[in-house]
């Protein structure tokens, strides 16, 4: 199965709004971290103390997601549909290929065409198909 990782920076304050729309259509797992960062939004001038300071970096939200290759489309309409406010800051969305593991199985799904090789024997393939490697 071919897996793309979809990572969306999104506003705090919209992660409800995705997380709703996402189940709604029975997208449920991700992984949610706090980060830091600046794009087109830049910095901001706060009065702090009697002083002014310059906050260039916006707390956001990534969203780090696994989905199948046919999903891919659906759930970046989702995320821009749920996440959008129309100002800038609104996020940036990444979509990379992936290869995979079960922590639990053991099982790493490998997708290099040119050579393959197993872990266990250290032989390459002669499948050209997804290669399961038990570890």
Same mark, same amino acid.
């Given at each position: 199965?071919? $897996? /793309? /990782?979809?990572?969306?920076?999104?506003?705090?304050?919209? $992660?409800?709004?995705? /997380? %709703?729309?996402?189940?709604?259509k029975?997208? =449920?797992?991700?992984t949610?971290?706090?980060?830091?960062?600046?794009g *087109?939004? %830049? &910095?901001?001038k706060?009065?702090y #103390?009697?002083?002014?300071? *310059? =906050?260039? #970096?916006?707390? /956001?939200?990534?969203?780090?997601?696994?989905?199948?290759?046919?999903?891919?489309?659906?759930?970046?309409?989702?995320?821009?549909?749920?996440?959008?406010? &129309?100002?800038?800051g609104? &996020?940036?969305?990444? =979509?990379?290929? *992936?290869?995979?593991?079960?922590?639990?199985?053991?099982?790493?799904?490998?997708? !290099?065409?040119d050579? %393959?090789?197993?872990?266990?024997?250290?032989k390459?393939? *002669? !499948? %050209?198909?997804? $290669? $399961?490697?038990?570890?």
């Amino acid at each position: 199965m071919i $897996l /793309k /990782k979809i990572e969306a920076i999104i506003r705090p304050e919209r $992660l409800d709004v995705v /997380k %709703k729309a996402l189940a709604e259509k029975g997208f =449920v797992a991700m992984t949610v971290s706090e980060v830091l960062g600046r794009g *087109e939004q %830049k &910095g901001i001038k706060l009065q702090y #103390r009697g002083g002014t300071m *310059e =906050v260039d #970096r916006h707390p /956001k939200l990534k969203i780090e997601m696994y989905i199948t290759d046919k999903n891919v489309g659906s759930v970046i309409k989702i995320i821009c549909d749920a996440a959008r406010t &129309g100002k800038f800051g609104d &996020g940036r969305i990444f =979509v990379t290929p *992936e290869k995979s593991g079960g922590v639990r199985t053991g099982a790493v799904d490998i997708y !290099d065409s040119d050579i %393959k090789e197993t872990a266990a024997t250290g032989k390459p393939s *002669e !499948d %050209k198909e997804t $290669l $399961l490697i038990k570890t």
